[in-house]
């Protein structure tokens, strides 16, 4: 995909600045505003953030200077929650963050890669307040066995079709384009974050919500 010099310069806005306690502006600025990260509340959950690299659906890094996950504390909890739910059910997995609180700034690089396709139906529009990323109120995240590893869900994380729809998985099942076991992986995921207070997201097998954004617009504040 064609970068425009308008995306390239978002990008460039966004490198890295550490500051004199070890920690870079973003990170910095995430904890000025509220969020916790989510080491600091369950080091047992695993963390890679996607954006953090640039194997993602923009092809750029978009963490220049965020290394770590951040929530608002009262996800940050849920996601403990989760957590413990999944372990006693499954002592073997683990839950592996992709992604969690977003600053806007990051939110409007992302809509630029999408903006005029027809992938722009997965990313919030900043121009309407952005989602649920950019009030530290959702995560994306998988399951992961015992070395690290996510097992099968049936597509990658971040992946745009309707592959990674959860309202058509037993279509796509029947069809052989996903396998049962990706199918079971992605049930018991839902399971244990729906138990914790979390919402799934129907397009996004990975996506979990703790609020409607009805409800984050009213009582939360964006990050910025």
Known sequence: MR??????LLFAALAPSLTASGQTATERSMERQGMVKIADVDSTILVS?????????TGHILYTDLHTAYLHPRAARALHRAQRIL???RPDLTLKVYDAARPMSVQAVMWKAVEGT???????NPAHGGGLHNYGLAVDITLADRHGDSIPMGTRIDNMTRLAHIDRESELLKQGRLTAEAVRNRRLLRRVMREAGFRALPSEWWHFNLVSRAVARKYYKLIK
Do not use: T
């Open 3 to 8: 970068r425009s010099l308008p995306l390239l």
């Open 118 to 124: 027809s992938k722009d139906i997965y990313v919030s």
């Open 87 to 89: 372990r006693s059910i």
């Open 49 to 57: 953030l996607m954006y953090a690299r640039p194997d993602n659906f």
